[in-house]
């Protein structure tokens, strides 16, 4: 089955840098655009970057954009968001997401979640 | 960026009532709409796509209509595990922008 699991969250002082990874398994991974979306405690769903199936176009939200990368491996079956200049409205649970096809769409197969904490 | 408004924000239903979740962008999305079930300590989870399309294993009682700017998600007779929060998404422009949610409580 499609499973998605993410980790590299954790608690962070504010301008550091932390490195999230999700290990995806149960589909062929380099055929699917990939996405990590947000949330903040107990506040709504945030949609931060998606990188497409072969890494030749990526976006992501202003929110974060200069400071945050997405990226993927797939020889590891791999995606990583590199987190870079963290502020305290960073702190959310990091979703993993896989997209149904190779190209940007919806959001069709969710992680659990990392949760990442930026707190002095 | 497009925005995305849910209404209302907390629906008051009992078991068996028919629940009806407005979601409005401030620009046409065509049909490039989703919407996604999130309960307590859970991660969101795909009802619609393509605004009108049940996702695998969606019950029927779960529906989606509309195009354009204005969409709906219908429950038709509201199950105990449906009581939930409920996000609408658009996926027709970067960045992909979600509705602030409505929360299906039991009344």
């Known amino acids: 089955q499609v499973q998605m699991v993410e980790s590299g969250g954790g608690v962070v002082q504010p301008g550091s840098s932390l490195r999230l990874s999700c290990e995806a398994s149960?589909?062929?991974?380099?055929?699917?655009?990939m996405h990590w979306v947000r949330q903040a405690p107990g506040k709504g769903l945030e949609w931060v970057a998606v990188i497409w199936n072969d890494s030749r176009r990526k976006a992501h939200a202003d929110s974060v954009k200069g400071r945050f990368i997405i990226s993927r491996d797939n020889s590891k079956n791999t995606l990583y968001l590199q987190m870079n200049s963290l502020r305290d409205e960073d702190t959310a649970v990091y979703y993993c997401?896989?997209?149904?096809?190779?190209?940007?769409?919806?959001?069709?197969?969710w992680g659990q979640g990392t949760l990442v904490t930026v707190s002095s | 960026e497009i925005v995305m408004t849910q209404s209302p924000a907390t629906l008051s239903m009992s078991p068996g009532d028919r629940a009806t979740l407005s979601c409005t962008a401030t620009q046409s999305v065509s049909i490039n709409l989703a919407w996604y079930q999130q309960k307590p300590g859970q991660a969101p989870r795909l009802l619609i796509y393509?605004?009108?399309t049940r996702a695998t294993g969606i019950p029927v009682r779960v529906s989606g209509s509309g195009s354009g700017t204005d969409f709906t998600l219908t429950i038709s007779s509201l199950q105990p595990e449906d009581f939930a929060a409920y996000y609408c998404q658009q996926y027709n422009n970067w960045p992909y922008t979600f509705g602030q949610g409505t929360k299906v409580e039991i009344k």
């Open positions: 149960g589909f062929i991974f380099s055929n699917y655009a």
């Open positions: 393509g605004a009108s």
């Open positions: 997401v896989r997209d149904p096809r190779k190209s940007s769409n919806y959001l069709e197969y």
